[in-house]
């Protein structure tokens, strides 16, 4: 079901866009590449300048290479469009800090501590919380996502429409369907 129509007219300023891709190397790694475009509708006057309507004040890039355990094997960042040049696109050589997380065991909560504040660049950093589900979208390719296979699908009891009480989980995974006495979840 779509949002509903706006209530009142309106006229857009700013548009937002993150982007994430994910690809299988021919060594057999997985790359995700990330971006992140903030683009005004109107002129921007800021502290270095005018930016001009259409023009991003922010692009900002982010390259992970990862293994099928999703431990990040190699990290490269960079900023091309910044409010600040020479300034805000310094920063991408502490996002190399990445090598060695994984992105499945703590990533969100690792990356907040790492980078927080002047430590690293906000919008580089929002980015990268987008990168473990896509990560898993991207391994999903290649897999049934209700194969039955003797291990506990990933996504199940992480999202409240596949919680094992849920009705989504009896009817697409009933081997690992809980029900829970007196209460059964609609789910979805």
């Not at 005004?40 to 006057?45: A, N």
């Not at 990356?111 to 690293?120: L, N, P, S, T």
């Not at 996504?155 to 429409?161: E, G």
Request: charged residues 25%; glycine residues 8%.
């Amino acid at each position: 079901m779509p949002l509903n129509a706006p209530a009142v007219p309106r006229r857009r300023l700013h548009t937002r866009r993150i982007e994430v891709e994910g690809f299988l190397r021919d060594d057999g790694l997985y790359e995700l590449e990330a971006s992140l475009t903030d683009v005004k509708d109107v002129d921007y006057p800021i502290a270095s300048g005018l930016r001009p309507a259409g023009e991003p004040v922010h692009l900002m890039r982010v390259r992970i290479t990862i293994d099928h355990s999703f431990d990040i094997v190699d990290a490269e960042a960079c900023s091309d469009g910044v409010p600040y040049p020479g300034m805000c696109d310094t920063i991408g050589p502490v996002y190399r800090g990445l090598i060695g997380l994984n992105l499945v065991r703590g990533f969100r909560r690792t990356v907040g501590e790492m980078f927080a504040d002047v430590r690293g660049c906000t919008h580089l950093t929002e980015m990268l919380l987008s990168l473990p589900t896509a990560a898993i979208q991207t391994f999903a390719t290649f897999r049934r996502d209700n194969e039955d296979d003797g291990v506990k699908p990933f996504q199940l009891d992480r999202c409240h429409a596949l919680e094992t009480s849920a009705a989504a989980v009896r009817a697409y995974y009933p081997r690992w369907y809980r029900a829970q006495p007196g209460k059964e979840r609609a789910g979805g």
